[in-house]
């Protein structure tokens, strides 16, 4: 195998962890929106929710979300936010 199949291959695979990190993520703007009176989350009550809509295995503990949050705050400030007292948030437009 040479390096641009292997580079092709890598690209497509799906990391356990991404699988993870997509479903906290979609579960956290899902709330954000169903939600859209609560300006910011605090990471129990994001945890809460994932309890009670995670599908599959791999249930993420509360420690592993607020890692995936972080990530997404410090990966795309456009979206999510983090306030030091009040928790994360989803930027959206306001519109659905």
Same mark, same amino acid.
């Given at each position: 195998m040479d390096k641009i199949e292997r580079r092709r291959k890598l690209k497509e695979m799906i990391l356990p962890t991404e699988r993870v990190r997509q479903q906290v993520l979609e579960i956290f703007q899902e709330l954000a929106v169903a939600k859209k009176h609560i300006p910011y989350f605090l990471v129990a009550e994001?945890?809460? =929710?994932?309890?009670?809509?995670?599908e599959g295995d791999d249930k993420p503990t509360i420690d592993d979300i607020e890692f995936?949050? &972080?990530?997404? =705050?410090?990966? $795309? %400030? $456009? &979206?999510?936010?983090?306030?030091? %007292?009040?928790?994360?948030?989803?930027?959206?437009n306001r519109d659905h």
């Open positions: 994001v945890a809460f =929710v994932v309890d009670e809509l995670w995936y949050l &972080e990530q997404a =705050v410090f990966n $795309n %400030s $456009n &979206e999510y936010k983090k306030h030091p %007292s009040y928790g994360y948030r989803y930027l959206y």
